[in-house]
């Protein structure tokens, strides 16, 4: 070929990896592996093997056990024996593990990276130089939180033995961001790798073999959904860290809403990539690139949904077709190619399935014409799909809202940046958005107003160790990586005091009738800033402690809680005012509560019987309570992480949104202002439920209210029957979140019934907190059950 010709064509000859040092890993195995249970390899006593292909040929790769019931069971024995004495090894001892482990993570990182593409098919490009790497990366990284976990988190303790399941677009980089954590917080762990890939996970436990990782800290089952199904519902396992699809992480919800176990779900997206007209266009095509065709798209927090504005839109889309029409898709050990293989049939059959969709929708589509790799060994292409460019796509379209997990870019267009933001936010989903501007205020600007975990500004698809990762809205919650990621691998050490007695029991008070509406003496509920009569026109009686009336109360119903939930959206403006003023008004409360300190004391007397002096400690910690969230208000800030590039990323608390709150009877006016605070501290708004039986509490309390400029909508109280309140709450899918201290019937209920749009949830599941004890009711773990963390990239240089 001539001079000129190479530089015409630009072909590329082939430049494959060996797949040797694979291969003869797998024949020393003589390709069948068994599981990983308190340091043994073993049979799978169910006697079933299932097999694992090489996506890019369909070769079988290895038999691999599958772990049925005694198997798992097995599993959990081995992590719960070994918990103890692994939790109370000291942080330098469990350091040094996670150091060694990521020495010999290093050492063998060429056959991790050959062994994960064949098992998977993405490129070796990818696996060397993004997976595996970033894998080190963070067993490097908790090591460090190890060593540091005491000094760092004094007040917090491991949970217990932990189950993990993760998916197979990233297996050794799913697992590393869930066994590095859970392993320096000193948890021990039962993985169960995605049935498509589990080669590197099995590599990985032979390496926690040579480092001499004490037997069943880290055990390995391997097997389907029906084994991840076991482990979700095996009682010994404290936490269940879940990555994978949002149906199967609302499955596992529900499975787990009648325990205590703790539970992070890392679930889908449909992330938008924003291309404003100032944008350095060609950058932002080759970010596309990576945002979509990185991985064949079968990446969570994939940008696959394009939005750009009109002005530029011509131009950005016919850019965009000429670099497609460079992509090179074939062998995925060939260096040179950027897109490998789908990971199976069943999955471009899906792909293509979607793609139909949005053709009988009317979208006008693109592909990629080049030659896919045939597949010798079975008839048709293989598993491979065409780079593919949807345009003309209408945002509620099937292919606008639904995860396509494939090669696939939906694109639309806007002209303003509010238009920008609402369709960007047009989604279940909130895992990740990209903004590109080359003007920093107004991708700042932006990148707030989006609801996602992550934004990446001008840059696209990064993550590190130091800086978590994880979704808003149906994408999940929890997240993984930094030190918020350490959070989800602890819990709080118990506080040891004693409960006070504060008040007698909830059962002894008198039951009380629905009456029809007395005007005057029932107390109405509190919506948008104003008192209003319950739509049912029913009210109920309060007794108190004496068994006389003491008055009545509004019996809200679904249509309130709509009325008060619509009010608290009204009140966004809430969510972006400063800090400051947060604080100023809290502060206010404060001041207005001390005010009437003897009207409240008078009536938590009556109302439930404690004596007077028990009440005025009950006013008085309400007060210090106040001043406590006041003062937390602008101390609640986010980090500015330093990951290896040249770049920051700012961890920013943000307030989850619309708040369910569903309160306890005890100490009714202190249990509800522990809610309420960090809520309203953090800039939620919230839809608050009080203590049937001592609503009146918080009824009086509306005043204070008015009386401290909390601005309407902010705070709106339904009073009634608190658990078919707390229903309506949980079923609604404009609440964001929902916390329920109420009896365990009412908080299982409430965990099940919020799947709809997977809700960040809290319950007390059933247990009766100290609410005069500052360490469980008071301070920065309800100010980070208030909020979500999200991460916005930001590089810097030319
Ligand atoms: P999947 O939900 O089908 O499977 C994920 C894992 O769950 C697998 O190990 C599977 O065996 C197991 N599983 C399946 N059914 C189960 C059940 N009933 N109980 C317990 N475990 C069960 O998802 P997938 O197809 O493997 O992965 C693709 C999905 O994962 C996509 O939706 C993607 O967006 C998501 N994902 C999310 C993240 C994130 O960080 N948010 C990262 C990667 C992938």
Request: contains cysteine; neutral net charge.
């Amino acid at each position: 070929m001539e001079i000129t010709e190479i530089f015409k064509t630009m072909e590329y000859s082939p430049a494959p990896e060996s797949p040797d040092l694979a291969l003869e890993w797998l024949k020393e195995h003589k390709s069948k592996f068994g599981l990983f249970i308190n340091g043994k390899w073993c049979k799978a006593k169910s006697g079933k093997v299932f097999s694992t292909d090489n996506p890019a040929n369909g070769k079988k790769l290895a038999s691999i056990s599958e772990a049925g019931k005694s198997d798992v069971d097995a599993a959990v024995r081995a992590a719960k024996l070994a918990f103890p004495k692994w939790k109370s090894l000291s942080g330098h001892e469990r350091a040094r593990y996670l150091y060694a482990l990521a020495r010999q993570l290093q050492k063998h990182s060429r056959l991790f990276a050959v062994l994960e593409t064949m098992d998977n098919g993405k490129t070796i490009r990818e696996t060397r130089d993004i997976d595996i790497p970033l894998v080190i990366r963070h067993f490097y990284h908790h090591s460090g939180w190890a060593q540091l976990l005491e000094s760092e988190f004094p007040e917090h303790i491991a949970i217990g033995p932990v189950g993990q399941i993760i998916p197979w677009n990233f297996p050794l980089l799913m697992l590393s961001w869930k066994v590095a954590p859970a392993l320096a917080a000193g948890n021990t762990v039962v993985l169960k790798p995605a049935e498509y890939t589990p080669l590197t996970a099995l590599l990985f436990a032979e390496i926690c073999s040579q480092v001499g990782l004490p037997p069943g800290v880290f055990n390995l089952v391997t097997g389907p959904g029906q084994t991840g199904s076991l482990m979700v519902n095996h009682p010994d396992l404290k936490k269940i860290a879940f990555t994978g699809s949002t149906d199967v992480g609302r499955l596992i919800r529900e499975a787990t809403a009648d325990t205590d176990k703790k539970l992070t779900l890392e679930l889908g997206g449909k992330s938008p990539f924003i291309i404003f007209e100032d944008a350095d266009l060609d950058s932002a095509i080759e970010g596309l690139v990576d945002a979509i065709w990185f991985n064949q798209g079968q990446v969570c927090c994939a940008g696959s949904r394009l939005l750009v504005q009109e002005s530029v839109a011509e131009k950005v889309i016919d850019r965009l077709k000429k670099r497609m029409a460079k992509l090179r898709v074939g062998d995925p050990l060939d260096k040179s190619m950027d897109m490998g293989a789908i990971i199976a049939p069943i999955q471009k059959e899906r792909i293509q399935n979607l793609v139909d969709q949005g053709k009988k929708e009317g979208a006008a589509i693109w592909q990629w014409e080049g030659k896919l790799p045939q597949n010798a060994e079975k008839k048709g292409d293989g598993c491979y799909f065409p780079p593919t460019l949807f345009t003309n796509v209408s945002p509620a379209s099937i292919i606008a809202q639904t995860e396509i997990f494939g090669p696939v870019l939906v694109s639309m267009t806007f002209r303003t940046t509010d238009e920008a933001v609402m369709l960007a936010n047009n989604s279940a989903y909130g895992l990740a958005a990209s903004v590109w501007s080359e003007n920093i205020n107004q991708a700042l600007h932006v990148a707030p107003k989006l609801k996602s975990g992550v934004v990446w500004i001008n840059c696209t698809n990064q993550f590190d160790a130091s800086v978590g990762f994880g979704g808003y809205r149906e994408s999940g919650y929890g997240r993984e990586g930094g030190r918020e990621g350490m959070f989800e691998y602890l819990k709080p050490k118990e506080s040891g005091i004693s409960k006070n007695q504060i008040r007698k029991s909830v059962a002894k008070v008198k039951a009380s009738a629905t009456t029809a509406l007395s005007l005057d003496r029932t107390a109405k509920l509190y919506i948008g800033g104003k008192q209003a009569r319950p739509d049912s026109g029913y009210s109920l009686n309060v007794v108190n402690a004496d068994g006389s009336l003491a008055g009545e109360i509004g019996d809200g119903n679904r249509k309130d809680i709509r009325n008060a939930v619509e009010a608290a959206h009204k009140s966004s403006g809430w969510q972006s005012s400063t800090p400051h003023l947060r604080a100023q008004i809290l502060y206010f409360l404060a001041e207005n509560l001390e005010t009437r300190a003897v009207e409240f004391k008078k009536r938590i007397t009556q109302l439930t019987g404690v004596t007077e002096k028990q009440a005025a400690l009950e006013v008085k910690t309400s007060v210090s309570r106040i001043f406590t969230y006041a003062a937390l208000a602008d101390k609640h800030e986010g980090m500015i992480h330093q990951p290896p590039m040249r770049g920051l990323a700012l961890a920013l608390n943000e307030p989850i949104g619309v708040l369910g709150l569903v309160c306890p009877d005890e100490a009714p006016l202190l249990s509800m202002l522990s809610m309420l605070l960090p809520a309203i501290a953090m800039g939620n708004s919230v839809v608050l439920v009080p203590s049937r039986p001592f609503a009146l509490v918080v009824t009086d309390f509306y005043q204070v209210l008015e009386t401290s400029d909390v601005p309407s909508g902010v705070v709106n109280i339904v009073t009634g029957d608190s658990a078919k309140l707390g229903t309506v709450l949980a079923k609604h899918d404009d609440v964001a979140g929902l916390w329920v201290a109420g009896t365990k019937t009412e908080c299982t209920e409430a965990c099940k019934l919020s799947t709809g749009n997977m809700k960040i949830i809290w319950t007390n599941n059933g247990a009766q907190l100290d609410w005069f004890d500052n360490q469980q009711s008071e301070g920065r773990e309800w100010m980070r059950r208030a909020s979500q963390v999200k991460n916005v990239w930001i590089p810097y240089g030319e």
